[in-house]
């Protein structure tokens, strides 16, 4: 099946620890997205790539880091230098470059910082 | 950073009753998304317009871009309890206004129904 994927659904860590969130995407899209949503809250984006080996900061960067190696695969490092990283983080994908148009989500990582 | 104003934030109503949902910019869209997320999931395209004026359906839902390019409304007809969840609505701005191409979600509207 095509679709985005990502893992593991639940995941918890120690304050002060780095942490990677991963996602997979089979769709061929160009574009991939990392978002982090709060309760209550609209979807904010934390970073996205357009293409392979290219990504920009969106407007939630600070404390985040992610990596582009390959078209499928687009994983977000939790810092420990993120403030307050207890969060829904969605992964999402889209088949332009240029970026918006549709996009496709994946079903979501809850991170809780204990 | 551009901003949508996505109204009612939550609406409760009864089975089989019809809802109404909308999205309000100041700036002007070249594309218009509405989204369904259910709790503990990710979203979920619902319905997808590019063209100013244009209305779109998709079973019980109907959706259009308005004429302005600076809204858009999502309607949902004769509602069941399946549609519970937050629907979102997100758009693309255009490049001439000086937005980027990344999208721009609204903060949600939370359905509730009660059978």
């Known amino acids: 099946d095509g679709g985005i994927t990502q893992s593991p659904k639940y995941l918890f860590r120690k304050e002060g620890q780095n942490v990677t969130l991963s996602c997979e995407q089979n769709l061929n899209h160009d574009a991939m997205y990392w978002y982090r949503q709060d309760p209550g809250q609209g979807l904010r984006l934390i970073y996205y790539?357009?293409?392979?080996?290219?990504?920009q900061k969106g407007d939630i960067a600070e404390g985040y880091s992610v990596s582009r190696e390959k078209k499928e695969s687009f994983p977000l490092t939790v810092t420990s230098a993120q403030k307050n990283p207890t969060a829904f983080y969605l992964c999402?994908?889209?088949?332009?470059?240029?970026?918006?148009?549709?996009?496709?989500f994946g079903p979501g990582t809850r991170l809780t910082v204990l | 950073g551009q901003q949508l104003n996505q109204s009612p934030q939550s609406m409760f109503i009864q089975e089989g009753e019809d809802v109404s949902m909308n999205c309000t910019s100041s700036?002007?869209?070249?594309?218009w998304l509405w989204y369904k997320q259910d709790p503990g999931e990710g979203p979920v395209l619902l319905i997808a317009?590019?063209?100013?004026?244009e209305l779109t359906s998709n079973g019980r839902l109907t959706a259009q871009f308005g004429i302005t390019r600076k809204d858009s409304f999502l309607n949902i007809s004769a509602s069941i309890p399946s549609d519970v969840g937050i629907y979102f609505c997100a758009g693309q701005p255009t490049l001439t206004q000086g937005g980027s191409e990344k999208l721009v979600f609204g903060k949600g509207t939370k359905l509730t129904v009660n059978p």
């Open positions: 700036s002007i869209f070249n594309t």
């Open positions: 790539s357009q293409i392979v080996n290219d990504f």
């Open positions: 999402a994908s889209s088949m332009q470059a240029s970026g918006g148009g549709e996009q496709f």
């Open positions: 317009l590019y063209k100013a004026g």
